[in-house]
């Protein structure tokens, strides 16, 4: 059968090989999974890309064991029931808001991540630092893209601000609308590469998009002057391919992106706070003045910036929080309602 495209192209990589037994490898053939939706996965193989019926044997399985773009998946043709998902090099999900959240997945083997953030009031430390957790905690590579560079004369200042919150992280500037633009994400976009594109809504993602992709594959909708924000317009969940040879993963919903317990992500962002932290005098030490509190000693002497160490607090609390079960947060909730009924109990002993 003549090829349609290499496993390289796809994405392969020699480490997912080493998941396959020598029969599963003779057997079968390997196939990523380009996109999903509620009743089908959209297969492509070497030689062929077909719809795949959704199996009911999925829905049984915890969401993080059911196939999501970007998977690769091992099958028999015209075997049903045979699709196996190989191991993952990286998953991004997201925690969906409500009182019972629950991990939501976006992608899988994702090679590098886009923060996108503009030039303007969406610029934020906070938000690029928490989308720098999400992403090395999912085992991406991120890279901070800064787009309307051309509506700003502190190009210099958006650049080293970003640059540093953390030093490994690329950091470029582009306009979104200029053809250059597709020319500086390149390292990260040519044959097989997969990426993806994190950011609020307005700051050009869906621009950037379809620079890349060459055409206006996605509307785009205008920026609303007042707020720097624009409204939400990207809607299908799947993988599109770059004419450069790489992939985009197109997710929505990012505007109610979450931390999670990206505990880990969070540590490798604030890596020389995590390390200083050590020197402190009592290891419970919650590093806001305490006696020994290396950080405040680092503060004091002019080596560390309080907001940073204060940015960092803020962070490792809402992925303490996340990683409290459910369970846990019932008894939470139980215990503050135990609470107020004996608040209650003895407001109404008082009032007798
Ligand atoms: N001048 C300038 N305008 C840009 C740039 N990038 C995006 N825009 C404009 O900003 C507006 C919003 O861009 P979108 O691409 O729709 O933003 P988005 O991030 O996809 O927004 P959502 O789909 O809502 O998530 C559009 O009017 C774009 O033309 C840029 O680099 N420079
Ligand atoms: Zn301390």
Redesign the pocket.
């Known amino acids: 059968m003549t090829k349609l495209i290499s496993l390289a192209q796809l994405g392969w990589r020699p480490i997912f090989q080493q998941t396959l037994t020598l029969e599963q490898l003779e057997d079968g053939q390997v196939a990523r999974v380009l996109g999903v939706d509620r009743e089908r996965l959209l297969l492509q193989t070497e030689q062929v890309q077909w719809h795949e019926p959704a199996q009911k044997r999925w829905l049984s399985l915890p969401m993080d064991e059911r196939p999501t773009v970007g998977d690769w998946v091992w099958l028999k043709p015209d075997t049903p029931g045979t699709l196996t998902l190989l191991p993952r090099q990286s998953l991004l999900q997201r925690v969906a808001s409500g009182t019972n959240p629950k991990p939501q997945l976006l992608a899988a083997n994702v090679d590098t991540v886009f923060i ?1 953030s ?2 303007n009031a969406d610029f934020n430390k906070a938000r690029l630092e928490r989308y720098l957790a999400l992403a090395l905690d999912s085992g991406v590579m991120p890279v901070i893209v800064l ?5 700003t004369d502190q190009v210099d200042h958006y650049r080293e601000t970003a640059q540093s919150l953390h030093a490994s992280t690329p950091v470029v500037l ?5 053809e250059q ?1 597709a020319i500086t994400l390149q390292p990260w976009t040519s044959e097989g590469q997969t990426v993806a ?1 994190l ?12 620079r890349l992709l060459g055409d206006q594959r ?6 609303r002057e007042d707020d720097a ?6 809607t299908a969940r799947q993988m599109v391919r770059i004419p450069d040879g790489g992939w985009i993963v197109d997710t ?1 919903g ?2 109610e992106l979450r931390l999670g317990d990206a505990s880990e992500g969070v540590d490798r962002v604030f890596d020389d706070i995590v390390e200083l932290a050590r020197l402190c005098r009592f290891k419970d030490c919650n590093h806001q003045g305490d006696e020994g509190c290396a950080l405040s000693a680092a503060i004091d002497r002019g080596e560390l910036e309080p907001d940073r160490v204060r940015r960092f607090l803020k962070l490792k609390r809402e992925t303490i929080i996340a990683q409290e079960n459910v369970w846990e947060r019932r008894q939470r909730y139980k215990g503050f309602a135990k609470v107020v009924k004996l608040a209650k109990n003895a407001k109404d002993l008082k009032k007798r």
């Open positions: 996108v503009s030039c787009t309307k560079a051309d509506l582009l306009n979104a609308l200029d633009a594109l950011g609020s809504s307005g700051v050009g993602k869906t621009t950037l998009t379809n996605f509307n785009t909708a205008a920026i924000k624009g409204r939400h317009t990207t929505p990012m505007r």
